[in-house]
């Protein structure tokens, strides 16, 4: 079973359009995550929810807007893509109520924007 | 600011051959330490963890000690195999900050047969 999943593994798009990222966790998880890895390999937080709401959103333009229906699901979606959005996009999940600490990551979403 | 510095790569060894990659960190309370591995094309796993002074944690023949007092996390492997060709991050994450996991630049490991 998997226990973090992202849809799709890649996308490949034009400048300017819009697109969407879906993640979900099947853990039991109360928390969620989103991550971008560069084209170095440098991994930084963009944001998380816990139980559906945001508590951590770091400086991310604001084309970027992700969105949690349940404790289950998050999504991102990318208003005006542009050429600097390519990257790998990775979801998260850690339970913080009673202190699980570590993050279990998806297999990450490649995104190219030509 | 919360940062985590880890040795450059690639770390290219033989196999047999001993591993360590060194991590140190800066952070202003007191985080939990994280070994995350990347193998080619996948996602990120946890390797090992460790959540407060002293503690080590182990995995798949891995180790690393929370040294507090010397702010490092070193990962360390005594003999490596092929298969554990993959990059290795060192982060941390402090619960007042929701947990949010700062990673370093990552280091890649080549092992040779």
């Known amino acids: 079973d998997t226990a973090v999943s992202q849809t799709p593994k890649y996308l490949v798009t034009q400048m300017g359009n819009d697109k969407s990222i879906k993640c979900e966790q099947n853990l039991g998880h109360d928390t969620m995550y989103w991550y971008k890895q560069d084209s170095k390999k440098f991994l930084k937080i963009m944001f998380s929810?816990?139980?559906?709401?945001?508590?951590i959103n770091e400086t991310v333009p604001n084309r970027f807007s992700p969105k949690s229906p349940d404790k289950a699901h998050l999504n991102l979606h990318i208003n005006s893509l542009e050429l600097g959005d390519s990257a790998v996009y990775f979801c998260?999940?850690?339970?913080?109520?009673?202190?699980?600490?570590?993050?279990?990551f998806g297999p990450g979403t490649r995104l190219t924007v030509t | 600011g919360d940062s985590v510095t880890q040795m450059e790569g690639p770390v290219t060894l033989s196999e047999e051959a001993c591993l360590t990659i060194n991590c140190t960190y800066t952070a202003t309370g007191y985080p939990s330490l994280f070994w995350y591995v990347q193998y080619p094309g996948e996602g990120l796993q946890l390797l090992l963890k460790a959540t407060k002074a002293d503690d080590k944690g182990s995995n798949k023949g891995f180790e690393a000690t929370y040294r507090k007092e010397t702010t490092s996390f070193h990962l360390e492997k005594g003999s490596v195999q092929v298969s554990d060709s993959a990059v290795y991050f060192c982060a941390l994450s402090l619960m007042e900050y929701g947990n949010k996991l700062v990673f370093g630049a990552g280091t890649i490991l080549r092992v040779k047969s």
């Open positions: 998260a999940s850690s339970q913080l109520a009673g202190g699980l600490y570590e993050q279990y």
């Open positions: 929810y816990n139980n559906k709401e945001l508590i």
